[in-house]
């Protein structure tokens, strides 16, 4: 059963780099991991999906080791406009293989 | 802009009553999904068709109802509300059945308040 846990919140500052880790020890194979941004009262929007090693956007990179069982979302540079929820996602099966939310990572950035 | 519509925009109704969610997809997208979002609450999956047929059941009560109409929009059912319904309640759509390559694309919510 595939299952993520990432920490509830974050603080950063203007200019740093913020990196957000989601562990998923029981992904399958095939799997792929996906990472969606909240802003409060929108909906979720895409922000990068990737397999394994790195895969880089204009907007973040996304950090998988070897084994998957982790993933890690870098976002360079992060400005007050990046305050939001971030959420890893990977299939459930047990809920037909959708892709089930969970609580995300309250990113705050401060000035 | 996901490209996906959602109608509409606020609705506020009292308990006992019952409303019509609309969504219309993105262009060529087959699948549609409902989301309810509470008040600092995560989103939990509603509901999922795929190509007019139900796909994927998740947390929906059964006061509520969904279905994809052939030209593939979608309207969810609510009745018999309660207060506790109120939240933001979200549709989305991709191009395929699922999976987890198969990205998901949010509208812009129906925010609902039942008094």
């Known amino acids: 059963l595939a299952k993520t846990t990432q920490p509830i919140s974050m603080d950063s500052y203007e200019g740093q780099e913020v990196n957000i880790t989601c562990s998923h020890n029981?992904?399958?194979?095939?799997?792929?991991i996906t990472w969606y941004q909240q802003f409060p009262s929108q909906g979720p929007r895409f922000i990068i999906q990737?397999?394994?090693t790195k895969v880089t956007n204009e907007v973040a990179s996304l950090f998988i080791p070897a084994d998957r069982k982790s993933s890690t979302l870098s976002l360079p540079r992060v400005s007050l406009s990046d305050t939001a929820v971030y959420y890893c996602?990977?299939?459930?099966?047990?809920?037909?293989?959708?892709?089930?939310f969970g609580q995300g990572t309250e990113l705050s950035v401060k000035p | 802009d996901s490209g996906v519509t959602q109608t509409p925009k606020h609705l506020i109704t009292a308990t006992g009553q019952r409303v019509t969610l609309r969504c219309s997809p993105r262009?060529?997208?087959?699948?549609v999904y409902w989301y309810q979002q509470s008040l600092d609450q995560g989103l939990q999956f509603l509901i999922q068709?795929?190509?007019?047929?139900?796909?994927a059941k998740g947390n929906i009560l059964e006061r509520f109802s969904a279905q994809q109409f052939p030209d593939l929009h979608s309207e969810l059912n609510l009745s018999s509300l309660e207060l506790g319904d109120s939240a933001l309640y979200f549709c989305?759509?991709?191009?395929?059945?699922?999976?987890?390559?198969?990205?998901?694309?949010f509208g812009p919510g129906t925010r609902l308040t039942v008094l």
């Open positions: 989305a759509s991709s191009l395929s059945s699922g999976g987890s390559t198969d990205t998901q694309y």
């Open positions: 029981n992904i399958a194979t095939n799997d792929y």
């Open positions: 990737g397999y394994k």
């Open positions: 996602l990977v299939p459930i099966y047990n809920q037909g293989g959708k892709l089930i």
């Open positions: 262009s060529g997208d087959l699948s």
């Open positions: 068709y795929y190509n007019g047929e139900e796909r």
